[in-house]
């Protein structure tokens, strides 16, 4: 893989997804996550020339799924180039951030009256649907399969803990998740993974503090590992990882369309 973000994708997703190449592309399959848009798509290696020809590739490498995503691994591809190649499609292109660690992590401590652990109980994983579940309405995705979806999710993230590929750590306030965040790692790269806080304890250092004690955890591992998180820099959570100390190692390009 050329890009970062395509390499500890697949990093992440070891044991859950299936990739088979060819010269101009891979396609990636997850046969136990049919709406999960971005582990079932074709990664072409060129910038795109002709939207249709690669919409018409996606159908044939994966003609059950009812969305299309399609990516490039490319990077720093021009998201001009590709809108102007998409642009009668309807598919949403959007550019993805790839931020990385090349020095020390700014420290933050765990704010005062929060507790963080792993995830353990059912409790702490129907928590972590829950915000996510929120989070992904709130960006347009169809309400239509999400629960479903996010279950599977929490499958895979405790098949992959229990296989010792990761690990999930969540900020408590008593009982109640206030945040969470995934960390896998190989010897080569760390990969953080769905950053998420309750809308009701933003603000207060909980992701910061997380990001902390997830790569504390990910470098006893892997010390020599480089950090990688991916996060675009307009946001709230792309401001914050380079305030952290992240800065941007390359962009990415996608487009797809939920399903209809």
């Given amino acids: ?8 994708d697949l990093m992440v997703q070891d044991g859950q997804t299936e990739i088979q190449r060819f010269d101009d592309r891979f396609v990636q399959r997850t046969p136990d996550e049919p709406n999960y848009w971005f582990g079932n798509r074709v990664v072409f290696n060129e910038q795109p020339k002709s939207a249709d020809d690669l919409i018409a590739q996606f159908h044939t490498d994966l003609p059950e799924a009812k969305h ?14 590709v809108r102007d190649v998409f642009e009668s499609t309807g598919l ?10 090349r020095q020390d992590l700014m420290r933050v401590d765990v704010p005062e009256g929060i507790t963080v652990r792993p ?3 059912a409790s702490d994983w129907r928590q972590s649907e829950a915000i996510g ?17 996010l279950m599977n999710k929490t499958i895979a993230r405790q098949d992959q803990i229990a296989k010792g ?24 790269l760390i990969r953080y993974q769905s950053v998420q806080t309750h809308a009701a304890y933003r603000r207060r250092g909980i992701c910061s503090s997380l990001l902390c004690i997830c790569l504390d955890w990910a470098k006893s591992r892997a010390p020599d590992a480089l950090p990688v998180i ?11 990882y380079r305030r952290a100390g992240f800065t941007l190692a390359e962009t990415t390009v996608a487009a797809y369309r939920p399903p209809k």
């Fill in 230 to 240: 991916v996060a675009n820099a307009d946001t709230d959570a792309g401001r914050l």
């Fill in 119 to 121: 995830l353990v109980s």
């Fill in 92 to 101: 949403r292109v959007e550019q993805g951030d790839v931020l990385a660690l």
């Fill in 133 to 149: 579940r929120l989070d992904l309405l709130n960006d347009g995705a169809p309400e239509a399969g999400l629960d479903t979806f």
């Fill in 68 to 81: 299309i995503c399609i990516s490039w691994d490319v990077p720093n591809l021009s998201i001009q180039s």
């Fill in 1 to 8: 893989m050329k890009s970062l973000e395509f390499a500890t």
């Fill in 165 to 188: 590929l990761g690990q999930w750590f969540g900020a408590f306030d008593g009982d109640t998740l206030a945040g969470d965040m995934g960390i896998f790692n190989d010897d080569r």
